[in-house]
């Protein structure tokens, strides 16, 4: 290849090449190139590659020099050069005349002159005014001049769209600018909606569009498509600094929706730009919105919270005042150029903007900074147990009646019942006896009514003391093994466990037989509460002896919770689960609410352990329907949405992890935060939250959540699941299109996956990178991404995977256009060949498909014989593993080379069991029909080629 060619092939990939800086670099790159060889030629191809490059890539003030060169050449040669450049020219007019605006040490006069320039060869050429007249009117805007604006705006709108004009997008974008600057949002409205309504080619939309229309939206009341128009737009344009006008106005929007929170996360993603910008104009309306935003949390008592960048960190309320006195600054500048006080006016109307609306949620999990606390989500208590106690009922009667109670389970009538003996007798008064059991009753309702085990360890000590004084054991050791287990719980083991023990001794010896049970029961409690699990397990064995002989009937299914509790702990989940089923349908027949909830939940921490989903979700399901602690109902909540979020009932849990967000949220340390969380609850549950919408089809809240949960799983030192959150909003990312965020998380992933460990997920990685590089075209890229995860997987020992990703490396080397390197890979993909296994499905279908990619390879290299022989046997290999289209496909292409090959009989012969066998209407049966007629006039039979293209609709 000549240098001349070299360059010209440079040129032709600019075109084709993403905006940013490394379109800018090749772009110079391309000029230097072409200057070194001194040609105007390829001088004036390489700038006018170059100009769009920098007015698209985020130095507008470059592309100044190369147009300048540009048309200074085009005006000495112009028979050199052709039409189109001429309307590349014409067209590059308007990059110049918008920008000069926005550079203060520009003189007016300058832009005018190009203007005038500008309608001049419009004139001459015989084309519309209507690009002229639209940039006239971009002047008057800047200035302020509303009378001429109007005046332009109303040329601009009679005249004539044509070639030069801006897309059927980026021009009614302009006009709802000129409508919004009115406080005509209805009129703007109305002229943006069918343009969104219709199909947007251009690549500044329909994000352009969408931001302009935001403030209209918001004005007018259309809350959900001010919502929806700054989220669809926003995304598009943070990626590039040449968006930094639309940036500047999603942080605005943020100011005037009570969204502070959020445009502070925005300024700080963007704060670097400000010493990048691509004008001065960009830069002072960007300072103003932020400065808004500052401002405004200032306001709100956040002043001193720290804001990132680059130079340190500053307060909010510091860089308030600094970016505030910038955009002033600026502002001054461009108004002393033009000789107005408009830019002035507009920036001064930013930075003390008042919001529009109190509040709009911009996402499904935001909250505004003075959000009220949610609420636990538990349902309503049940009634209180109301009894009915004869006044004549005395002391000791009463005091039965709660023992009644107590020991046969019934402990809310018990709890009711000692709320009527603190009325009528808890003054004092009782004989010692009496206060005992007073104590001992008091003791249970403060631990297991109200959960205030201190105040139940102060009775407990009582009442025991007073029964040791009585000399009445049973009592004594019932009420000791309790207060034993209540100090475990506290904290204080070294006390309470003998306790209980010295207890259990004496009541499983020497006590009454319906006690033994429970002080088994209370002994693993205590041991459980120590973690010391085996010795519990071996107390249930002893309490569930007993159990039969308790008068409280809800005792065997108590033991066996106790069992399956234990069971967990120790690891043996499976028959965790059989004792937990075991206390549930108990608990459940005998309608006793608070133990079906317990084994109900133990029951599906179990069945999610032992992957058993469906049923560890219809457990949960049953523990929140008779749940009463909000706390516990929200973890229950929340180990159902996690279930479900990754299946067809995605959309069920939606609204219950949002809330569980909201949740986490209030429990973690308040105020605003300027980077994540590190709260790793709500991390997760925005993980789990990210996995739903996805599967639910909400793409875009999706991607949101997962942005929201990569940091903060971080941040709570979990790499695991961030590199997992990665990958989730990797493929979201693809889903969604956005293929640069999803092929910078992949790469992010190869690096953080480093390791032998992680190799396999490594090479995926890789290879789903080089997967949406194919089809995007960039097929050298591709092809070296697809070697990646083969030498990967290579060192993983995964033989056909590595088969797979050097198959499609040469395949896409070959479409990359160097056939060479592509049959040298195909080799490098046969000599994986020999580890395959020969008759697993998995094996068989990777080696038919290199088959027939081997010879697509080879067709590109022009070895058509070797192609064809390639293809020998591919088909029944297909046929084999039901991969019935794939064989036809396999035929269909052997009837292409035979055609090729001259052969059209044999051709003819292949293509007409294909055609046959091909689905009516499909993409397949229309090939097999085209290339049967090409075999068809090859041997001179138009007529039979006719009937075909007839019966089937192709054009001749």
């Known amino acids: 290849m000549t240098d001349e060619a070299r360059v010209r092939e440079m040129i032709a990939q600019l075109w084709d090449m993403p905006y940013g800086a490394a379109h800018i670099a090749a772009a110079e790159e391309a000029v230097r190139h072409a200057d070194a060889l001194d040609s105007a030629d390829l001088g004036f191809h390489a700038r006018m590659a170059a100009t769009p490059a920098y007015q698209h890539g985020g130095e507008p003030a470059k592309a100044f020099v190369t147009f300048s060169w540009c048309l200074a050449e085009y005006d000495r040669n112009p028979a050199r050069y052709g039409a189109n450049d001429a309307e590349l020219l014409r067209w590059y007019f308007k990059y110049v005349i918008s920008s000069l605006t926005k550079f203060p040490e520009v003189p007016l006069d300058r832009t005018y002159a190009v203007l005038d320039d500008m309608q001049r060869r419009f004139t001459i050429g015989g084309h519309s005014l209507h690009a002229v007249y639209q940039y006239r009117w971009v002047v008057a805007n800047h200035l302020g001049d509303e009378a001429a604006a109007d005046e332009w705006y109303a040329k601009w709108s009679a005249a004539a769209r044509d070639e030069n004009s801006d897309c059927a997008g980026c021009d009614p974008t302009s006009k709802v600018s000129h409508l919004v600057s009115r406080g005509c949002d209805e009129e703007a409205v109305a002229l943006g909606e069918p343009v969104l309504a219709g199909q947007l080619g251009c690549r500044e939309q329909p994000q352009s569009i969408l931001t302009e229309l935001m403030l209209p939206y918001l004005r007018t009341g259309r809350l959900d498509e001010a919502r929806d128009a700054h989220r669809r737009a926003y995304r598009t344009v943070r990626g590039n600094v040449a968006n930094m006008g639309d940036v500047n106005q999603h942080i605005h929007f943020c100011g005037v929706t009570g969204n502070e929170v959020r445009g502070l996360e925005l300024i700080e993603r ?197 029964y040791t004084e009585l000399d009445l054991p049973d009592r004594r050791y019932t009420a000791s093994g309790r207060l034993g287990l209540t100090l475990c719980e506290l904290g204080a083991g070294d006390e309470g466990l003998p306790m209980t023990e010295e207890a259990a001794a004496y009541l499983l010896t020497q006590g009454a037989p319906h006690l033994r049970a429970s002080a088994a029961h209370r002994l693993s409690g205590a041991l459980l509460s120590l973690s010391r699990p085996e010795e519990a397990l071996a107390a249930l064995d002893v309490a569930a002896e007993y159990a039969p002989d308790s008068p409280n009937p809800y005792t065997v299914f108590a033991v066996a919770l106790s069992r399956a509790q234990c069971l967990g702990m120790l690891g043996r989940v499976s028959e965790s689960v059989v004792a937990a089923r075991q206390a549930h349908g108990g608990f459940a027949e005998l309608d006793h609410r608070a133990g079906r909830a317990a084994s109900a939940w133990a029951m599906g921490l179990g069945l999610e352990m032992t992957g058993d989903g469906e049923g560890a979700v219809a457990a949960f399901e049953d523990a929140i329907a008779h749940l009463s602690d909000g706390r516990v109902i929200a973890d229950a909540r929340r180990h159902r949405a996690h279930l479900l979020a990754a299946t067809p009932r995605a959309a069920e849990v939606i609204d219950d992890l949002v809330e569980l967000v909201a ?137 056909l995977d590595e088969l797979r990703t050097r198959r499609m490396s040469a395949l896409s080397l070959r479409w990359a256009g160097d056939p060479e390197a592509a049959v040298a890979r195909l080799e490098e993909a046969d000599a994986c060949l020999s580890g395959v296994p020969v008759d697993e499905p998995p094996a068989r279908w990777e080696r038919a498909m290199l088959g027939y990619d081997g010879a697509r390879v080879l067709l590109g290299a022009d070895r058509l014989d070797d192609a064809l022989a390639r293809l020998d046997g591919v088909a029944a290999q297909f046929r084999s593993i039901d991969a019935y289209a794939e064989a036809l496909q396999v035929e269909l292409f052997v009837g292409e080379l035979l055609l090729r090959q001259g052969r059209a009989p044999d051709a003819e012969a292949q293509l007409r069991p294909v055609l046959g066998a091909a689905p009516t209407g499909s993409d397949l049966s229309q090939n097999a029909a085209w290339l049967l007629c090409e075999s068809l006039e090859a041997q001179g039979r138009s007529a039979d080629a006719q009937r075909i293209r007839d019966e089937y609709g192709l054009d001749a």
């Open 663 to 799: 949740l986490a949220e209030e429990r973690a340390p308040v105020g605003v935060r300027t980077g994540p969380r590190a709260d790793l609850p709500s991390a997760q549950i925005r993980f789990d939250l990210a996995v739903a919408y996805r599967h639910a089809g909400r793409l875009l809240d999706a991607a949101e959540i997962a942005e929201e949960a990569v940091p903060a799983l971080a941040a709570a030192e979990r790499p695991d699941l961030a590199d997992r959150c990665r990958y989730l909003l990797a493929s979201i990312y693809r889903d969604m299109g956005e293929t640069d965020g999803a092929l910078a998380l992949f790469d992010q992933l190869t690096v953080n996956l480093d390791g032998f460990d992680n190799a396999p997920a490594r090479g995926q990685m890789h290879e789903e990178a080089a997967e949406i590089l194919y089809r995007l075209d960039r097929d050298g890229e591709a092809a070296a991404r697809f070697l990646a995860a083969a030498e990967t997987f290579r060192a993983s020992g995964l033989i």
């Open 270 to 466: 963007h704060l670097d730009w400000l010493d990048r910008a691509p004008t001065p104009l960009t830069a002072m309306y960007f300072a103003a919105a932020a400065g808004l935003v500052l401002r405004r949390l200032t306001e709100a008592g956040h002043g001193e919270v720290p804001v990132r960048r680059a130079a340190g960190e500053i307060s909010v309320a510091a860089l308030a005042d600094d970016l505030a006195a910038h955009a002033r600054d600026l502002a001054q500048k461009f108004d002393e150029r033009n000789r107005t006080t408009h830019q002035s006016r507009k920036v001064a109307e930013w930075l003390t903007a008042e919001p529009i609306v109190d509040y709009l949620p911009l996402t499904a999990t935001a909250r505004p900074l003075s959000a009220p606390p949610v609420a636990d989500a538990a349902p309503a208590e049940p009634a209180p147990v109301v009894v009915d106690v004869p006044e004549s009922t005395t002391v000791d009667e009463l005091l039965d009646m709660i023992d009644h109670g107590y020991s046969t389970g019934d402990e809310r009538r018990s709890f009711a019942l000692v709320r009527v003996f603190a009325e009528r007798f808890g003054a004092g008064g009782l004989a010692d006896d009496q206060a005992a059991r007073w104590a001992d009753y008091q003791a249970g309702g403060a631990a297991n009514e109200r959960g205030d085990l201190a105040e139940a360890e102060r009775l407990w000590r009582e009442a025991v003391r007073l």
